[in-house]
């Protein structure tokens, strides 16, 4: 994973330097060093960011979809205002 998807999924998770470094056992000193390239993680650290990631890219997708669902109910029940308010 390159230096700059790590920052990109710490991000996407809404987390500091801190608190991304929590997750992997490791100083907030080190995730900074990860982001800079300057040190990698271990492969176990990789397949839990990967997990990380795509857990938060289904997430995103499901909250894009009920935002689409949720915009077409608004506009079907602001035609059906419109169609009964014309009536008048």
Known sequence: MPPTS???LRRALGL?????GQLFGVHAMTVSKWERGLL???????ALMDQ???TADQKKE????QLK???VGAGV?????WLLGSGK
């Open 6 to 8: 790590i920052t990109s």
């Open 16 to 20: 500091s330097q801190v608190e991304f």
């Open 40 to 46: 990698s993680p271990t492969a176990y650290q990789l």
């Open 52 to 54: 990380f990631q795509r």
């Open 62 to 65: 499901q909250a894009q979809e």
């Open 69 to 71: 669902q949720l915009l």
């Open 77 to 81: 029940v602001a035609a059906l205002v």
